[in-house]
């Protein structure tokens, strides 16, 4: 069987060993990173809401810079790994018997999982985040149900994004996805790098890898329950909750002030809390 060469292929084939090494770095740094993190900041929320609302405002305390570091550092990187992923899935270039895969199976699923990542986080993100900030944009985003993430109401908008079945279904298949994605990526990598060569050093880092995937899944399992387990009377209290941090925050100079970060309720509640403070001091 003849392989034509088209220029896409020719440019594969002349910058093969480039391009799969800034596709592996991409998934482990920031990427594989950023997702540790992540999910490590989630599952804070098994503490409570104060502890969630103080790592979203360490988080968001770049401020005006934020939608830069995200965009460089997250946004940038993700979809360059996600077009170079399904590039590699699409062209067909199959490392598998390069690689001495022990399971063919397990070369397929991080293609299968990398394809639910996509779809899961671009919807995981416009859920919650909403990628962009723009006024207007968010303005349509929110009518539509997306962008619902207040990160200075951070746990009660969260815990309410996560209401009913659809979504809770959704992130567990997404977030295991990517848990398999990144534990089974690292030794790929590994082997991407030179990292482990002989069949007994894949077999060790196989074990390493296993133990890393369920440690992993257990930190994700937990940010999955501490978002979909808690209900409209958690709700409730916990806007109180940051209402309070956030007006202590402002004050002290901790947090900078900013309405689009907040519930609209939230910051309509304000004027009444001054009043109230007003009589009471009279
Ligand atoms: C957004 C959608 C994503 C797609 C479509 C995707 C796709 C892929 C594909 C197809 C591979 C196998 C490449 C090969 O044949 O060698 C792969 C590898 C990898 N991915 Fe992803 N991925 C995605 C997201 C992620 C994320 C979020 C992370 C980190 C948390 C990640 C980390 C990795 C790692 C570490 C590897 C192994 C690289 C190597 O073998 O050298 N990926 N990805
Ligand atoms: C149950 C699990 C998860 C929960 C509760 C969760 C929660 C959140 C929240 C609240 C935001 C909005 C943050 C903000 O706007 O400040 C967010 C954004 C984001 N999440 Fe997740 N997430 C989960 C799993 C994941 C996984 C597995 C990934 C894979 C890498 C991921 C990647 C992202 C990205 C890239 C963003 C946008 C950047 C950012 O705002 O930090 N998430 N997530």
């Known amino acids: 069987m003849s392989v034509s060469v088209t220029p896409e292929t020719s440019f594969w084939l002349r910058h093969e060993f480039a391009i799969r090494r800034l596709h ?14 992540h999910l490590l900041t989630n599952a804070s929320l098994l503490n409570g809401p104060e502890t969630f609302q103080r790592s979203v405002y360490l ?16 946004f940038a990187p993700l979809i360059f790994h996600a077009v170079l992923g399904v590039w590699i899935a699409r062209t067909g270039r199959s490392n598998a018997s390069q690689y001495h895969y022990a399971n063919n199976q397990r070369y397929s699923w991080q293609r299968w999982t990398g394809f639910i990542a996509l779809v899961y986080l671009f919807f995981h ?12 944009y968010l303005e349509l985003a929110r009518q539509l149900g997306f962008a619902t993430f207040r990160p200075y109401n951070a746990a009660s908008t969260l815990v309410a994004a996560m209401q009913g079945y659809v979504w809770p279904a959704f992130y567990l298949v997404g977030v295991m996805a990517c848990v398999y994605h990144l534990a ?11 990292l482990w060569i002989s069949p007994q050093a894949q077999e060790r880092a ?34 109180e909750v940051e209402n309070r941090m956030y007006d202590v925050a402002t004050e002290a100079g901790l947090v900078t002030p900013n309405p689009e970060k907040r519930l609209e309720s939230a910051e309509e509640e304000v004027p009444d809390e001054v009043e109230v403070r007003i009589t009471v001091t009279d």
């Open 206 to 239: 196989s074990k390493l890898c296993l133990v890393l995937g369920i440690g992993l899944a257990i930190v994700g399992a937990s940010a999955w329950w501490a978002a979909v387990s808690p209900g409209e009377e958690e709700i409730e209290q916990w806007v």
């Open 24 to 37: 592996s770095l991409l998934g482990i740094v920031p990427l594989g990173l950023y997702m540790v993190i």
């Open 59 to 74: 988080i968001h305390s770049p401020g005006k810079l934020l939608p830069l570091i995200e965009w460089g550092f997250i």
């Open 125 to 136: 993100i416009l859920h919650l985040h909403g990628w962009f900030h723009a006024e207007l």
């Open 184 to 194: 089974n990526g690292l030794w790929t990598a590994g082997i991407t790098w030179g």
